[in-house]
């Protein structure tokens, strides 16, 4: 499961990077609601949260994303 800190870090990321959501889920083959519900602190599993990373170019280590919160 990942933490709160790690979905605020990649919401962060998109934004400082100017990223919306729409190009977020093209990216990452999800829909805007995906992307709306996981920074909403909904259920996200692990293939989700690796599409988002991979879409935005980073890797876990990048986020201090810890997968074990």
């Known amino acids: 499961m990942t933490s709160i ?3 605020q870090a ?3 990321y998109r934004e400082d990077h100017l990223i919306s959501k729409s190009e977020l889920a093209r990216k990452a083959g ?3 609601q995906t992307i ?3 920074e909403n602190g909904g259920p996200c ?3 989700t949260l690796r ?3 991979v879409a935005l170019g980073i890797q876990f280590e990048d986020l201090n994303i810890s997968l074990n919160d």
């Open 36 to 38: 709306e519900r996981v």
């Open 30 to 32: 999800l829909s805007p």
């Open 51 to 53: 599409k988002i990373v």
């Open 45 to 47: 599993r692990m293939d």
């Open 10 to 12: 990649l919401k962060k």
């Open 5 to 7: 800190n790690s979905i």
